[in-house]
Each structure stands twice: as C-alpha cells, then as structure tokens.
C-alpha cells in the first residue's frame, strides 16, 4: 500500500509491506470461494455476509472454530502449505454440518514468526480450497507476525465458521433410536487428530518423510499423513435434501469413537460397532504396531477410517447409502443402535449388520 512503512517497525521484525503483498497473492485464491450473500470483500475491517433466509420459519446460526493442531509440524517438516488449510476449514465445517447447518462463511487467522507473503498465500490458498469444497465464502481473515514470539520459519493457522438452520429442522441427536442403522463415512487418513502421538510414534523431526513404503501401500509416510481432511458437507446436505431422516451425525475428531459418537445418542443408547466393517486403513496398522499401541488407546484417539458417523432409521439405509455414494463417499452401514449403557461397543457381530 503506498506510502505505508515503518522502518522502525521493520527493524522490530515486523515488514508491513509484506503483509500488504500476502494480500494481494492471496486475492485470486479468495475469489474462488465467492457465493450469493457475500456483501465485501477482502481488505475491510469486518467482513461482510447477507443471508438467504427465505423458505425459514426460524433462522438459527450455527457457529465452529477449531486449528490445525501439530500436524502444521508435519507442513513446516515437508515445506508444503497448499493443503493445511483444507484441514481447517474441514474441523470447523464438518462440525457444523452435524447439526444440519449450511456452512456460510470462514474466517481465518495465521499467526507467523516472519511473515513470506507466499508462504501465506499458499497456506490461504488451501484454506479457499476448504471453502470451496463446503460451499461456503471466505470472506476475511488476519495475518499477525510474531517476531520474538515464533522463530521466523513458525505459524499456527485457526479459523472459524458460521451457518444456518431451520430450527425444526437442525439434527441433535434426541431423536436416535433403538434400531438406528450407523453409516460411517471413509476418512482420508489420520485427518488432522491424533498428530501428538502419531509425531511421537515416528519422532518425525528425524523421520524419513519422502520414501515410498510398502506398508503405506507404495505411499511415503510424509504424503500419506499430511493428506487433508475430507470434507463432508456437500454429501451431508445431500442426503438432508433428499428427504432421509437424519436423526444423528457425529464428525470422528480427537477422541476417536469414544469421546465423539456418544455426542449424538441420547441416554439409554449404545452405539454398537461392528469392528470388521471398519474401513482399514495401513498408516493406523502401521501407527499402532510402530507405536505399540493398545486397541482402545486406538479408538479414542483416531478416526480409525471414518471420519463422520451418521444415524438413520432402519427402513432408510439403502436410500441413504446410495445418496452417499453417489455423491462421492465410501459409506457403509458400520453399527446400530441399541439400549445399553451409554457410549460404544465395539464387537464382531451386531444384530443384523452381521
């Protein structure tokens, strides 16, 4: 921006300047994401957003924000910064998504030790990418440097995200029921959950990232964990469009099956699992034999192959894996629901998913 700079800020580590041209780079990545409703756009003190709320008896916001965790480690260890923001984007959208909302927009705040306007703008890029894949509008964000505070080649990425419901319609989970059929929707991998261990496991600050292995299917253990997070929004939304009566969807995060499924079933309710209809995955294989890890210690950590767990009625399966799959996902009906302690089995067989 003409004439803007403060060389004593400069010489304090902060280049205003920079910022200015991360802007820039990062517009044509911004304008991707452009969706009816977005009022201004980038560069103004607030960002701007007029919903679409015709056809609604009760509007509800719906509001998400989560980071990326230390799988940004990972990115910094591979110097790759196009994908991270997916991940972002994807905590705080498919979290949303479970109550039956329609992501609007995202904001974006990174937070960098030396501010390279095309590191920034390649980490933007991903999280337009994010908010392409949902439907939703990016409509601000911040970029902060932290000199003294972060080394200089550091960032952290967070961001949050608004939506909107019918309230007669939003999904909460008081309405799963004894025989509900559980629909677990494929993950990509280890999402961005779990990364403490999953670094500790392969002390990845000394790991050989690029290698192909045969236990990752030809894959390199960098490729294979830095993969994004697969969004689920457009299938979700699919499937409520449709007319399946979703009673219950829970997004797999930290926590795993344990801490996540539980979220969606009422009292009495017990989410049984059947483990041989689990997707299987070869980096958590490989995580839990390199790391010796117990099985549970497995469930309640990662998303074991599913990354989003849905509940609908017996006499709606089929329906319901066939608009799943046909809008792209590896969905299959994994479990039911039945009266017991609250919480999840995990067995063999189970009723009639056997």
């Known amino acids: 921006m003409e004439n803007s700079h403060s060389a004593s800020y400069a010489a304090a580590g902060v280049d205003i300047e920079a910022g200015y041209r991360g802007v820039e780079l990062m517009k044509k990545h911004v304008a991707r994401t452009m969706i009816p409703g977005v009022v201004s756009g980038i560069g103004g003190f607030g960002g701007l957003f007029a919903p679409d709320v015709s056809g609604m008896k009760e509007p509800v916001l719906v509001s998400g924000t989560d980071g990326v965790g230390t799988k940004i480690r990972l990115a910094q260890l591979l110097d790759r910064h ?13 979290d949303i998504i479970c109550c039956g909302a329609r992501p609007l927009f995202f904001l974006d705040y990174i937070a960098i030790g030396k501010n390279e306007p095309e590191k ?43 939506g909107i419901a019918d309230r007669e319609k939003m999904i909460d989970g008081s309405r799963v ?19 403490s261990l999953v670094r500790k496991v392969f002390d990845l600050e000394h790991a050989d990232l690029n290698t192909p292995l045969d236990e990752l ?11 994004p997070t697969r969004i689920y929004v457009k299938s979700v939304l699919s ?13 797999i995060t930290g926590g795993g099956f344990y801490e996540n499924i539980p979220r ?4 009495g309710l017990s989410a049984c699992l059947m483990e041989d209809k689990l997707p299987r995955l070869p980096i958590f294989e490989l995580i839990q034999k ?8 497995m469930y309640n950590t990662f998303n074991m192959g599913v990354g989003m767990v849905l509940a609908v009625p017996e006499n709606q399966e089929q ?11 590896d969905a299959n009906a994994i479990g039911v629901v039945g009266k017991g302690p609250h919480g999840v089995v995990i067995g063999t067989k189970i009723g009639s998913i056997g």
């Open 290 to 297: 390199r790391g010796e890890i117990p099985v549970r210690d």
């Open 239 to 251: 499937l409520l469009d449709s007319g399946v009566d979703l009673h219950g969807a829970s997004h």
């Open 264 to 267: 969606m079933l009422p009292e």
């Open 217 to 227: 299917e030809g894959k390199s253990l960098g490729e294979t964990l830095l993969a």
């Open 120 to 162: 920034v703008a390649s980490i933007v890029s991903g999280v337009a990418e994010g908010c392409v894949q949902s439907g939703c509008a990016l409509i601000g964000g911040e970029t902060a440097e932290h000199p003294g505070l972060m080394a200089p080649e550091d960032y952290d990425l967070a961001g949050f995200s608004v």
């Open 82 to 94: 196009d994908t991270i923001g997916i991940d972002c984007v994807a905590m705080c959208v498919n």
């Open 319 to 329: 329906k319901a894996l066939d608009i799943l799959r046909a809008a792209g996902e």
């Open 177 to 195: 029921a004894e025989g509900d059929i559980l629909i677990g929707l494929a993950s990509t991998g280890v999402h961005s959950n779990g990364f």
